[in-house]
C-alpha cells in the first residue's frame, strides 16, 4: 500500500509541533506565523476535488486567530504561552466532539488515500480509524488539562516550561504512534478476523487413506446428519475410497432438502430456488465431481416477480430482463445499467476461482489483502447491507425496495442481509438463472447416498446419535466414535456434524472439550428463519412460471403470542406430476417464519390456529393476482415445528445461522471445531448461504480429510504447485504483490465479465 496519506496525515500536526517548540524558545510571534504558513502550505497536497479535512479547517481557524492576537497584544501575550496553547487543544478538543457529533474520524480523509475504493466499508479499516481517532482525542485533552493546570496553579517560567514541554510530548508521540496504530494494528485485527481466535482450530487434520482394513462397526469418518451438506461430504470422501456411515435421526434423508409423493405428486420441503446450479456454480460442480451430471439433470425455469398491480415475467436473458426494468422504471434506466454492468462484474471476480469447489475465504492475510485490488465489487460488498448497496445504483424507492425484498429467498431481512449474497442471488435470477434438479431434490439426495453405499459405507436412517465417544483430555482428546440412541457403538477417528452446533454443545459432543470461548461465541449468534409451507393440489394447470415470488402492496401481519411475524414476501412454487398419467400441478407457497416466533407453534392447538390463519392470509394475497387459487383441490399445511422435526435445528432454522452482515462470512463458526477431528458441516458453518453455501461447507471438509488443497485441480490429489519449493511460491505470487503496491491502479477490468 501506498503511505501518502499516512505521511499528509503527520504533516498536517507539524504545525502544532512547530508553535510548541518556538514557544519553548521564546519566539511566539514566529511559532503562530510558522504555524499558519505551514497550514497553508498543506492545502496544496491535499487531494483535489475532495472536501477538506476537518483537522485542515480547525487548524487554520486556530492559527489565523492566534497570529492575530499576538499581534494585537504584542508582549503581553509573551507570559501567556499556556493561555495560547491551551486554545490550541481546545480548539482540537472542539473539532474532536464535533466529529463525534457528526460521526467524522478526523483521520479518514488523510488516510483513505492508502486504500483502494474497495476497502473503504472494511470494519478493520473502520476500526483502526476509529482507534486512531480516539487516542488522538485523549491527547488533545490531556493537553488541555495539562494546559489549563499550568495556567492556573503554575506562575512564570514554571508554568511555560510545563506547557510547552507537555505539549511538545504530547504531539510527538501521537506523531510516533500513528504509524504503529495504521500499520500494524490493522495487521492484528485482520489475523484475528481470518483465523476468528476460539472459532478456528489449529490442529493439523488427519489425512485419511482408503482401503483399510476395517471392522464392521469401524468406519473411516462419522457423518452426523443426512442433510444436503452431510451428504455431500460423505459421497465426495466415499468417491474417494473411504467407508463412510451416515446417521439420521430422521426417517428421511435430505433434512430440509426433501421431496415427498403424494398420490403422483411432488411436495417439496423448502428450497426450491437454488443458486449454484447453473454452469460454474457450486452444486453444478459437486455434481461434475461425483459423475452425476447426467444422472441429475439440471432444469432451468422461467420466474416471475409481481409487486402490487405490476407483475413480470422474468428468467428470459440478461437482456430481455433487463429490458423489462427499464421499461416498468425508467427513471432508473441509467442506475439499472451500472446494477447490470457490476454484477456482471461481480460474476467475474466469483469464477476467477481455479475450483468451484474451494473456499471463497481468503486463505492468508496476503490473499486478504489482494481480494481488495483484484476483487474490488466483492470486498467493496462483503461488509455492505443488501439494502444499501441497492440504494446506491436505484433512484426508484419503488423498485429499490422490490429487488431488496428478494433477500427472503434465502431467509434474509433487507436491512442486514450481506450484499455479497445478495449480488450472487442477482446474478443467480437474473444472468445465471435459476436451476432446480429434473427428479427433485430427493433424487440427488438418494444418489449421494447410493455413492456412500457402493464405496462400503452405510447410511443409517431412524437413529440418532447421542455421544460422541472421546479418547484423553484437554488439547490431545480425539473422537474415537459415536454412542447411538440404540446403544450400539461406531469407531470412527473423524467425526463431521451436519447438525445445529448448539445442539453439540448442548450433549452430543463433551463441553469440556469444545471449550468456553466457542461456546460464548456460538449461543450469541441468532438462528435464521425457519418456515410455514402451504401446499396446493390442483387438477389442472396453472398458467404461471414455475416460480413467483409474491409481494403484498403492504405487508401484512399476524400475532404470534408477545410478538408480531410479517408477511411481505410469498414465494411461489408450481411443479409438474411426477407420474405422467396424472395431470394438474401442485403450488407450493412459502413464507419466511423469524426464529422469535417459533415458540408460537409449539402448542398443538395454538399452531393449529395460527397455521389457519396463516393459509388464509397467504390464499387472500395470492388470490388477487391468480383466481383459480380458489379450485385447489387438496391442501396440506406444514408448521415450523414440522421443520424442526425434519432437520433437527432449533427453532426449525431453515438457513443455519442467521443470514446478517454482523454473523456472515469471517464470522460464522469454521469447518473445523476445537475438539480434534469434529468437523462442521451445512448452513451452520462459514460457508453457509443456503443450499449451495451447505453442498460448499460439505466439499471443503471432505477434500482437507483426503489432503487435498483448496485450490487443487485433480479430484482428491496433492496439486504440484503445493509440493514445490517456498522460493518456487514466492515468484508466483510476486505479480500479486506488484499489484497489491500499485493500489487503486491494479483494479481495472479488462471485461464484462472479467475479475481483472
Request: aromatic content about 8%.
Amino acid at each position: 500500500m501506498r503511505r501518502k496519506g499516512l505521511c499528509t496525515l503527520l504533516l498536517a500536526f507539524l504545525p502544532w509541533i512547530a508553535v510548541a517548540v518556538l514557544c519553548r524558545l521564546g519566539f511566539i510571534l514566529w511559532g503562530t506565523v510558522a504555524g499558519l504558513a505551514l497550514v497553508l502550505a498543506m492545502f496544496p497536497l491535499l487531494p483535489k476535488g475532495g472536501r477538506w479535512p476537518l483537522l485542515q479547517i480547525f487548524s487554520l481557524l486556530f492559527f489565523v486567530v492566534a497570529c492575530a492576537a499576538v499581534l494585537a497584544m504584542g508582549e503581553d501575550l509573551e507570559t501567556r504561552i499556556p493561555n495560547l496553547l491551551a486554545g490550541g487543544f481546545a480548539s482540537l478538543s472542539i473539532m474532536a466532539g464535533y466529529g463525534a457529533l457528526e460521526g467524522i474520524l478526523f483521520p479518514h480523509q488523510y488516510l483513505a488515500r492508502d486504500y483502494p475504493e474497495s476497502m473503504q466499508e472494511s470494519p478493520v479499516l473502520k476500526r483502526t480509524f476509529r482507534a486512531l481517532t480516539l487516542f488522538w482525542d485523549l491527547l488533545f485533552v490531556s493537553g488541555l488539562a495539562v494546559c489549563i493546570v499550568s495556567m492556573l496553579a503554575l506562575r512564570g517560567d514554571t508554568s511555560q516550561e510545563t506547557a510547552t514541554l507537555a505539549s511538545l510530548a504530547l504531539f510527538a508521540l501521537g506523531m510516533l504512534a500513528t504509524p504503529c496504530i495504521v500499520l500494524f494494528l490493522p495487521r492484528r485485527m485482520e489475523a484475528s478476523l481470518l483465523a476468528r481466535e476460539g472459532l478456528s482450530a489449529r490442529w493439523e487434520p488427519p489425512l485419511l487413506s482408503p482401503g483399510g482394513t476395517l471392522a464392521k462397526n469401524e468406519f473411516d469418518a462419522i457423518v452426523v446428519g443426512a442433510g444436503i451438506g452431510g451428504l455431500a461430504c460423505a459421497s465426495l470422501l466415499s468417491q474417494a475410497g473411504m467407508k463412510t456411515l451416515v446417521v439420521e435421526q430422521a426417517r428421511q434423508i435430505g433434512g430440509y432438502c426433501q421431496t415427498y409423493d403424494w398420490q403422483g405428486f411432488p411436495l417439496n420441503s423448502g428450497p426450491t430456488i437454488l443458486t449454484g446450479g447453473g454452469e460454474g456454480g457450486v452444486l453444478n460442480a459437486l455434481l461434475r465431481r461425483l459423475g452425476l451430471e447426467d444422472t441429475v439433470a439440471m432444469r432451468r425455469m422461467g420466474w416471475g416477480l409481481v409487486s402490487g398491480k405490476m407483475a413480470l415475467r422474468l428468467g428470459q436473458g440478461y437482456e430481455t430482463d433487463m429490458g423489462k426494468l427499464v421499461s416498468k422504471f425508467p427513471a432508473s434506466r441509467e442506475g439499472i445499467g451500472r446494477l447490470f454492468a457490476d454484477l456482471r462484474r461481480f460474476r467475474g471476480e466469483w469464477r476467477d476461482r481455479a475450483d468451484f469447489l474451494s473456499s471463497p475465504l481468503p486463505a492468508d492475510l496476503e490473499d486478504y489483502h489482494e481480494q481488495f485490488i483484484r476483487h474490488p465489487l466483492s470486498a467493496a460488498w462483503q461488509h455492505l447491507s443488501f439494502r444499501d448497496m441497492l440504494r446506491r445504483y436505484l433512484p426508484d424507492e419503488e423498485l429499490a425496495l422490490m429487488l431488496e425484498r428478494l433477500s427472503s429467498i434465502l431467509g434474509g431481512e433487507p436491512e442486514s442481509f450481506p450484499a455479497y449474497e445478495g449480488a450472487r442471488l442477482l446474478v443467480s435470477l437474473f444472468i445465471d438463472g435459476i436451476h432446480y434438479p429434473e427428479g427433485h431434490l430427493s433424487q440427488l439426495n438418494q444418489r449421494m447416498a447410493a455413492l456412500v453405499r457402493e464405496a462400503g459405507g452405510e447410511v443409517m436412517t431412524a437413529c440418532r446419535a447421542e455421544e460422541i465417544l472421546v479418547r484423553g483430555e484437554g488439547s490431545g482428546a480425539i473422537p474415537i466414535g459415536l454412542r447411538l440412541a440404540d446403544g450400539n457403538q461406531v469407531r470412527g477417528n473423524v467425526v463431521v456434524l451436519d447438525m445445529d452446533p448448539r445442539k453439540a454443545i448442548a450433549g452430543l459432543a463433551p463441553p469440556s472439550h469444545l471449550g468456553h470461548d466457542f461456546q460464548r461465541e456460538v449461543e450469541k449468534m441468532q438462528p435464521s428463519a425457519s418456515a410455514f409451507a402451504l401446499h396446493l393440489i390442483f387438477d389442472e394447470d396453472l398458467r404461471i412460471p414455475d416460480r413467483v415470488i409474491v409481494m403484498p402492496s403492504r405487508p401484512r401481519r399476524v400475532r404470534t403470542g408477545n410478538t408480531y411475524l410479517e408477511v411481505s414476501s410469498i414465494i411461489l412454487s408450481k411443479e409438474k406430476p411426477t407420474d405422467p398419467a396424472r395431470e394438474g400441478c401442485v403450488l407450493m407457497m412459502r413464507i419466511n417464519v423469524p426464529h422469535q416466533c417459533f415458540q408460537a407453534f409449539e402448542g398443538e392447538a395454538q399452531a393449529n390456529e395460527l397455521g389457519a390463519e396463516l393459509a388464509t392470509l397467504v390464499k387472500e394475497e395470492v388470490v388477487s393476482i391468480l383466481p383459480a387459487i380458489k379450485k385447489a383441490a387438496k391442501e396440506f399445511v406444514t408448521l415450523p415445528t414440522h421443520f424442526a422435526r425434519l432437520t433437527n435445528n432449533g427453532h426449525g432454522s431453515a438457513f443455519g445461522f442467521a443470514p446478517l452482515t454482523s454473523q456472515w462470512y469471517y464470522h460464522r463458526p469454521g469447518p473445523r471445531l476445537p475438539l480434534r477431528n469434529l468437523y462442521l458441516a451445512g448452513a451452520w458453518s462459514r460457508y453457509g448461504g443456503g443450499v449451495e453455501g451447505a453442498v460448499l461447507s460439505g466439499a471443503m471438509v471432505a477434500r482437507e480429510l483426503c489432503g487435498e488443497k483448496p485450490r487443487g485441480i485433480a479430484a482428491f490429489q496433492q496439486p504440484e504447485r503445493d509440493v514445490r519449493g517456498k522460493r518456487e511460491r514466492r515468484e508466483e505470487r510476486e505479480p500479486r504483490r506488484r499489484l497489491l503496491r500499485r493500489g487503486k491502479g491494479g483494479a481495472k477490468g479488462e471485461g464484462e465479465d472479467g475479475a481483472e
